[in-house]
């Protein structure tokens, strides 16, 4: 059996560079934001914290910017939109909603929960349409 170094670098490299696109992707699971995304829309994302680097930090999160975060209230991320921002005994926190819900989230929520941000151009999120429908068919959402 010949092992070639050089195919088994290819590979290798291939994985990393799928795995990294994975981390920076999110398949949206519900109608919460519509029309901004849809059910089955992937959102391109940039990561509090990937590993030990930062691509934003939750301190420059501002109004109208879309998050992922880890919700006290659902199991999973969630993907809404910050509407205001404020503070309670000295520790900011996020007022959040879905841009098609009737009521802001629940609770408020703090830096330590956002997880990623979806990335804009232009002041438009970036999608891509519909193809996340075949992890929530794979995943029975």
Avoid: C
Avoid at 101 to 113: E, F, I, L, R
């Amino acid at each position: 059996m010949d092992i070639n170094l050089k195919e088994i670098a290819v590979y290798v490299v291939l994985i990393i560079v799928v795995l990294l696109a994975a981390q920076h992707l999110n398949v949206v699971v519900s109608g919460s934001m519509e029309p901004v995304m849809y059910r089955g829309d992937i959102v391109v994302l940039e990561q509090a914290n990937l590993l030990g680097f930062h691509e934003f930090s939750p301190d420059d999160v501002k109004v109208g910017d879309i998050v992922v975060y880890n919700a006290a209230w659902h199991e999973g991320p969630v993907i809404h939109r910050v509407i205001d921002i404020g503070q309670i005994n000295g520790t900011t926190v996020f007022k959040i909603k879905g841009d098609n819900n009737n009521v802001a989230d629940p609770y408020y929520v703090t830096k330590g929960q956002i997880k990623s941000r979806v990335l804009t151009f232009n002041g438009h999120p970036l999608i891509i349409p519909k193809v996340g429908y075949i992890s929530i068919w794979i995943r029975g959402l």
